[in-house]
T-cell receptor
Framework: DVKVTQSSRYLVKRTGEKVFLECVQD?????MFWYRQDPGLGLRLIYF???????EKGDIPEGYSVSREKKERFSLILESASTNQTSMYLC???????????FGPGTRLTVT | GIQVEQSPPDLILQEGANSTLRCNFS?????LQWFHQNPWGQLINLFY???GTKQNGRLSATTVATERYSLLYISSSQTTDSGVYFC????????????FGEGTQLTVNP
């Protein structure tokens, strides 16, 4: 079975802090994705990566950056957290770019 | 971009009942996936189904790509089926990005 893990289930940070969310997959997948999920807005794609050191902007990249130094790990970075970044963050991976996506358990981030 | 509409938005069932969830999409797609999000937030991939019919236990899905819709059938529902069901599509012009519907909130009562 594919396993996607995220570094924290719950996280509380203060406005202005730099925040790192980590995602690791164990299936040698080429593609990894970061989404955020908000009530009434559904799941929205922030960034994705189709190879090591490669990244593509999704629909809502503003205020975020990403890093993919190793194939199995994809990090989402909030350079200066703001309250409007309070959300559920979900990481996913897939073997093919348009392939079946497998999700991690999610990180519920609160920025105060 | 491609539009994805799911219906109904909410559904309440008694344990043992059957149900059908629908997903309509506005353009041609490369693939379509159904997910279940449990009450703890975990999204589980149920089906990868760009066309045709697939079955997995009590769940089955059918996608009619030419008519731009997909159906998810849940038979003999159980309380553990509760949660939100999402349909997500990769449109032919989407660049391999999934667009998610708003979801159907399913509650199965004992």
């Amino acid at each position: 079975d594919v396993k996607v893990t995220q570094s924290s289930r719950y996280l509380v940070k203060r406005t202005g802090e730099k925040v790192f969310l980590e995602c690791v997959q164990d299936m040698d997948h080429e593609n990894m994705f970061w989404y955020r999920q908000d009530p009434g807005l559904g799941l929205r794609l922030i960034y994705f990566s189709y190879d090591v050191k490669m990244k593509e902007k999704g629909d809502i990249p503003e205020g975020y950056s990403v890093s993919r130094e190793k194939k199995e790990r994809f990090s989402l970075i909030l350079e200066s957290a703001s309250t409007n970044q309070t959300s559920m963050y979900l990481c996913a991976s897939s073997f093919l770019a348009a392939g079946r996506q497998y999700f991690g358990p999610g990180t519920r981030l609160t920025v105060t | 971009g491609i539009q994805v509409e799911q219906s109904p938005p909410d559904l309440i069932l008694q344990e043992g009942a059957n149900s059908t969830l629908r997903c309509n999409f506005s353009d041609s797609v490369n693939n379509l996936q159904w997910f279940h999000q449990n009450p703890w937030g975990q999204l589980i991939n149920l089906f990868y189904i760009p066309s045709g019919t697939k079955q997995n236990g009590r769940l089955s899905a059918t996608t009619v790509a030419t008519e731009r819709y997909s159906l998810l059938y849940i038979s003999s529902s159980q309380t553990t089926d509760s949660g939100v069901y999402f349909c997500a599509v990769d449109g032919e012009t989407s660049g391999s990005r999934l667009t998610f519907g708003e979801g159907t909130q399913l509650t199965v009562n004992p």
